[in-house]
């Protein structure tokens, strides 16, 4: 048994800023699967951010990154403390892969938006997963994790008779956390 930290909203949560969820159905797969335990995790409602919310982008300056909100809020605090709170998590269940929104001021793993608000977006990482990665956690997006679960399946294809085989996910979630890259 190994355990699966999985952004909320991708496992149909409804704790977007905007109130929705973005359900991802690889994401959903595992908590079907009896040798995974998926822990759910959503930092910005962690540190106390109402749902919905105003949008957060990350914003640089020089020195530092600040999450503000499109009105120009700091939700800074907000961030650090949902992303403490979210590895606290992690870590006391032995999290071996996080599966992490793309995007997200702080979930996102290989880009963002500006910090425009004009729907730009740069190469970056959310705020709790640049935590998570500090901490050693392996963090792929939803994207990623559907190139890596290809490229698993292709590698595996002479074990597996059926397109609709039952796959092993505590096999796969260790061979992504052996095998992913950082995005
Ligand atoms: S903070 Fe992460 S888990 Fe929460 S809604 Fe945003 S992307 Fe989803």
Known sequence: MVAIAISACLL??????????????LALSFIQAPEVSVI??????????????DPSELVRSDMSVC?????????TDAFRMGAKQ??????????VLVIAKEGSPSCGSSRIYDGSFTGQMIEGE???TQLFRQNGMVVVSEERIMDLFSEYCAK??????DVACGWD????????QKNATIN
């Open 12 to 25: 149909g949560e409804p704790c977007r800023w905007d109130g929705q969820a973005k359900p991802s159905s």
């Open 40 to 53: 759910p995790f959503c930092p910005e409602v962690l540190g106390g951010l109402s749902t919905p919310r």
């Open 67 to 75: 999450a503000m909100t499109r009105a120009g809020a700091h939700v």
């Open 86 to 95: 979210a590895l606290a998590q992690l870590k006391a269940n032995n999290v």
């Open 126 to 128: 959310g705020m709790s």
């Open 156 to 161: 595996h294809a002479d074990e597996c008779s």
């Open 169 to 176: 996910a505590e096999d796969f979630a260790l061979w992504v």
